[in-house]
């Protein structure tokens, strides 16, 4: 297939630049198994649950990944953690004038045009496209990015990270910090709702899948097969299999909240068709030929034209409903992206 299969034209003013006041007034789409549409509040999803269902959440947590800082010759130097590879270092993409050596050394700073303080971290090597960073001060770098970091919101939020944002990009159950973009589907439960589920009767599990900056990377091969896959960290307890288990035996459907909990439960039931428990890096690229294999329906928010999660998304439900529910979503005036709408979205019959 494409890549230009997956294209949309999107008005810059549908993309969301700040959470609604409330995390459940975001609106919900939801595409049934048969490609009809119903426009509704996030507020009203108990009412499209059933009490034998299972939602799996991600229950990573955001870092304030984003870091500022100067060379010893003054020079700006921008970073991104990538991913957390001990107490005190950390991969990272590191945006300078010229590209860092190994034995550099870059004084943080609280934001771009601050002096630096006394804290520092050296490029120790590279590992493809990332730098590998120690902490040169002794401080874990955890401690670091808590008095110099930034939450790291996506490219196409124009604005700097702002003092809500430290709560709002943030799911209200994460609970396993590393990652470096929130799994955006969860951002709109709140307590009561998670309470008000539980109530029916659904059930819920967990699974953890850090959220690389490589979510973001675009599709830059024509054809979307050459496409390479950036891995991330996923963790598949046995607490889940068995949840997946014990719904299947009822009738019951599986849904992930998000993407990524689509990305971790099928990554477990690749080697043997069925789910099992599973701790390791996963690649697991998904687009349309993709046979699912333990997720009946997904909630997700609305994803970029020509992105793999919106080839995820076309995978699960057909391109074309999924096309034709975004020109819905557009023409209805959805917000889209990390801060906007949601999608609630079942497997069509017989898929």
């Known amino acids: 297939m494409k890549r230009s299969d997956f294209h949309y034209e999107l ?24 490609g009809g549409i119903t426009h509704r509040h996030f507020a009203e999803l108990p009412d499209v649950l059933h009490p034998d269902d299972l939602l799996v959440f991600n229950d990573t947590r955001v870092i304030p990944a984003r870091l500022w800082g100067r060379k010893a010759s003054g020079g700006r130097v921008e970073i991104l953690i990538e991913r957390m590879t001990g107490s005190h270092s950390a991969l990272a993409h590191v945006r300078a004038s ?7 050394r870059i004084f943080l700073s609280v934001d771009a045009d601050a002096e ?3 804290d520092e971290l050296v490029v120790t090597g590279r590992e493809g496209d990332l730098f590998q960073l120690s902490s040169a001060s002794g401080r874990p770098v955890t401690e670091l990015l808590g008095e110099f970091g930034h939450m790291p919101l996506p490219p196409y939020i124009g604005r700097g990270d702002e003092a809500l944002d430290r709560e709002r990009y943030q799911t209200v159950y994460g609970v396993n910090e590393g990652a470096v973009a929130a799994p955006t589907a969860g951002l709109h439960f709140t307590q009561e709702l998670l309470a008000t589920i539980d109530a029916m009767g659904v059930r819920r599990a967990t699974v953890t899948l850090h959220v690389g ?16 896959m950036h891995a991330e960290h996923i963790e598949v307890g046995e607490a889940v299999v068995r949840a ?12 992930a909240v998000g993407t990524t909990s689509v990305r971790a439960l099928e990554s477990a039931s690749l080697a043997s068709g069925v789910i099992e428990p599973f701790s390791g890096d ?13 997720v009946d329906a997904m909630l997700t928010n609305f ?16 391109r074309d409903p999924i096309m034709g529910a975004y020109a819905e979503a557009i023409a209805h005036g959805y917000r889209f992206f990390s801060y906007g709408d949601a999608m609630l979205i079942e497997r069509p019959t017989g898929n």
């Open 244 to 255: 997946v288990g014990e719904t299947r035996a009822r009738g019951g459907r599986v849904i």
């Open 11 to 34: 008005p810059a003013g549908l993309i969301a630049q700040h959470p609604l006041p409330g995390r459940a007034d975001s609106r919900l789409l939801a595409l049934d198994c048969h």
């Open 213 to 228: 900056a490589g979510t973001f990377q675009p599709v830059r091969a024509d054809e979307i097969e050459d496409h390479v």
């Open 116 to 118: 630096p303080g006394g």
């Open 282 to 294: 996963t690649d697991i690229f998904i687009y349309p030929g993709y046979t699912f294999r333990s």
């Open 98 to 104: 010229k590209s860092p050596k190994a034995g550099t």
């Open 303 to 318: 994803h970029l034209p020509e992105s793999t999660l919106l080839m995820l998304v076309s995978a699960f439900a057909g």
